[in-house]
């Protein structure tokens, strides 16, 4: 964890501020965001943790502020553009394709990078790479028993699985993961929460999840969000001593299951 050499942040927003009309839901967040490491976003229910992954993704401009991801400017990349990037994303409700295997998934996320970096290759080469990458996915998220199964007969935690495969077939180098273990019984969780921690040896995850075991298990840092603000970063030790996180959150009666 510890690193002698400063190194410039994979991701670095500087006074990123999105309001919706009068209502402010990020407000004014500079955030450093370290290559290789699992950096969480806690905080309550309305806090602003979507809205923050929304902009970092390009699914949402914002009022005010930038994004730097390694060193150049997307603040204003749209959704497609900042996926080129290398910046994957997962959703808080799962977005796959019930009527497609986990394959065909998969190969619609490699599909979705690949298309224009590749428009220059001869179409047989292009199916054949996005084919390896949605095969690899399918490997690295731990689904390859269900390859050829229609997504609509798995499991809600296999399919937030896949749904986390087809973000992964394209490569990313820094995944934005919203709940992904939202709605999923403690197997499932396990599960994922094993996901994720592989996952982290070779990416930058920024994780947004309320289940506050699993974040203290698997984050590096942590940021503490209040009505649309950092409250707090920190290692988890930090944030379990912090008295401004106990007042604002973790010490609420059911602070830890807000979404
Ligand atoms: N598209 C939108 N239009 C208007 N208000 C929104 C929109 N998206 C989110 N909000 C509001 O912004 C605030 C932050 O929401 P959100 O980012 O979803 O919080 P969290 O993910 O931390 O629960 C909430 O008050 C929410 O109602
Ligand atoms: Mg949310």
Excluded at 3 to 21: E, M, N, V, Y
Excluded at 29 to 50: W, Y
Aim: charge should be negative; proline fraction near 5%.
């Amino acid at each position: 964890m510890t690193d002698p050499i400063p190194q410039t942040p994979i991701l670095q927003t500087q006074a990123l501020t999105k309001a919706f009309g009068a209502l402010v839901a990020v407000s004014n967040v500079s955030l450093d965001f370290a290559e290789g490491r699992v950096h969480a976003i806690i905080g309550p229910n309305g806090a602003g943790k979507t809205t923050l992954i929304n902009l970092l993704s390009g699914d949402l401009l914002p009022t005010q502020g930038t994004i730097a991801y390694r060193g150049e400017d997307i603040t204003h990349l749209p959704s497609n553009a900042v996926s080129q990037m290398g910046i994957g994303r997962s959703y808080q409700k799962t977005n796959i394709f019930p009527d497609f295997t986990c394959l065909q998934n998969c190969w619609l996320g490699a599909q979705s990078r690949l298309n224009t970096s590749m428009k220059f290759l001869r179409p047989a080469r292009t199916y054949r790479r996005v084919m390896e990458r949605a095969e690899r996915a399918i490997e690295q998220c731990g689904l390859t028993h269900r390859r050829d199964t229609r997504a609509a007969a798995m499991s809600y935690g296999e399919q937030r699985q896949l749904e986390i495969g087809m973000m992964l077939a394209t490569e990313p180098g820094l995944l934005l993961l919203d709940e992904p273990l939202a709605g999923m019984g403690p197997d499932e969780s396990g599960q994922v929460i094993d996901l994720i921690k592989r996952l982290s040896q070779h990416h930058t995850v920024i994780l947004i999840e309320h289940d506050m075991d699993a974040v203290f298990a698997v984050a590096d840092l942590l940021t503490v969000m209040v009505n649309g603000e950092v409250l707090e970063t920190g290692t988890p030790d930090q944030i379990r001593a912090s008295q401004a996180v106990q007042d604002a959150y973790l010490g609420t009666e059911d602070g830890g299951h807000h979404g």
